[in-house]
């Protein structure tokens, strides 16, 4: 039952025509994308502009017969919470970088003659770097470590989230807006549809430029 509900999902999600868009193309370039929740009343202006809160990487994406596939990798350092009487930072979590991101596979839409419309489900990935370059690989949700789990359990408990992205094309280049949310927590091994809905206090947004080729 749990697989034929999760087919269902992937095809109903999926499920666009194939002439849509371009037939092929690839394109890649810089994103920056912002750590903090804006939902959050408490949220300061200077907070959205200050550099500590944006994480930086970038991106590659693919159209094939019109069905996106978009990945992308950013670095962030770790929260600094204190120092050694050597001087040395001593990290929350002793996290020191923090490199994560998203692959979701989706469709393009054309909005106006010069933007499009795209959206995206896939699963988000990161790793957390000790100091001492230990590695944490996760998928999903940080909670979701693989050191931690079977390889089967690891797998099954990737949750999905969503990508939609706004972008303005002029020619080749692309400046283009995101917004990033997961999922309530929909994965293979919980597969109720209510968990689709997207837990909107957990979404963030960004921006990037993109070269096609």
């Not at 697989?3 to 849509?20: D, E, G, K």
């Not at 994308?33 to 991106?59: K, Y």
Request: with cysteine.
């Amino acid at each position: 039952m749990k697989r034929l509900v999760t087919l269902l999902f992937i095809i109903c999600l999926f499920l666009v025509p194939l002439t849509a868009g371009r037939l092929f193309s690839v394109g890649f370039g810089s994103m920056s994308q912002l750590q903090i929740d804006l939902t959050d009343s408490n949220v300061q202006p200077a907070s959205i502009i200050d550099v500590h809160n944006w994480a930086t990487g970038f991106e590659v994406r693919t159209t094939v017969l019109g069905m996106n596939t978009e990945a992308y990798m950013l670095i962030q350092q770790g929260d600094i919470i204190d120092v050694t009487e050597g001087g040395m930072p001593v990290y929350a979590d002793d996290v020191a970088q923090k490199l994560f991101g998203m692959v979701a596979v989706g469709f393009t839409t054309k909005s106006s003659p010069l933007t499009t419309l795209s959206f995206g489900a896939g699963t988000r990935l990161g790793m957390n770097v000790s100091p001492d370059f230990g590695v944490e690989f996760w998928a999903g949700d940080e909670s979701n470590l693989y050191t931690q789990k079977s390889t089967e359990e690891f797998f099954s408990d990737m949750m999905i989230a969503y990508r939609i992205r706004l972008d303005l094309n002029i020619k080749k280049i692309s400046f283009g807006l995101h917004y990033e949310v997961p999922s309530s927590g929909f994965t293979y091994s919980q597969p109720e549809t209510e968990l689709l809905i997207p837990d909107w206090s957990q979404g963030k947004i960004g921006a990037a430029m993109i070269v096609s080729l």
